[in-house]
């Protein structure tokens, strides 16, 4: 499992502190962006500068994440749209495939994931979200980790990451249930060292 951690702000010098505090931690790092109406925060809902040196995944939780992508999806490796704001799918992977982009999506708690089954077969990543989408810390929902079997068993080529409260006591039941990736949010990003933290999610899924 590859554990990522991830990354809000509410303006561009709290996203500068998120980058300096993950230099050295991680190549990778995962943006989470917030509008306020998909979830009630914002977070990088600003014209933000990244930093060089990293690559980026930029998790969507915004109402019509086309708009954000014709703006901003250049500039990140991989979009994760919330399947809920999507208005058309098949136009949606479409439009992924014409820019080159893997298509990914992602599933919030509240969404039954049957309704993705039709289209799984046409997906390289999706994303399960174990917490309501929106904030730091928000209660775990373990029984989402069901929904990683279902999606491997409809597309075992899919790569599958979790978000939501991943630390050293939930990763494993993460890694068990087929998970590829680990989205590690405030227990790593908001740690007092966050090596150290990293450290211990790679320990505790079997890594080194």
Not at 18 to 31: E, I, M, N, T
Not at 70 to 80: K, T
């Amino acid at each position: 499992m590859k554990i990522v951690p991830s990354v809000m702000a509410k303006n561009q010098l709290e996203l500068n502190v998120r980058f300096d505090r993950l230099r050295g931690v991680s190549k990778v790092v995962h943006l989470d962006v917030v509008d306020g109406k998909f979830a009630p925060s914002k977070s990088l809902w600003f014209p933000f500068r990244l930093r060089v040196g990293f690559r980026y995944s930029a998790h969507l939780m915004v109402q019509e994440p086309e708009k954000w992508i014709a703006r901003f999806g250049d500039r990140v490796d991989l979009c994760i749209a919330q399947f809920e704001a999507i208005k058309d799918v098949s136009s949606y992977i479409e439009l992924m495939k014409k820019k080159g982009k893997k298509v990914a999506v992602a599933l919030q708690p509240s969404t039954a994931v049957s309704l993705v089954k039709p289209y799984v077969h046409l997906l390289d990543y999706a994303l399960v979200l174990t917490v309501k989408p929106g904030f730091y810390g928000s209660p775990y929902l373990p029984q989402e980790l069901r929904k990683i079997r279902l999606l491997k068993k409809w597309n075992p080529r899919l790569k599958v990451f979790v978000d939501g409260h991943m630390n050293p006591q939930t990763i494993g039941k993460a890694l068990i249930a087929g998970a590829d990736y680990c989205i590690a949010g405030s227990y790593v990003t908001l740690a007092d060292d966050p090596k150290k933290a990293m450290m211990e999610l790679r320990k505790a899924s079997g890594g080194d």
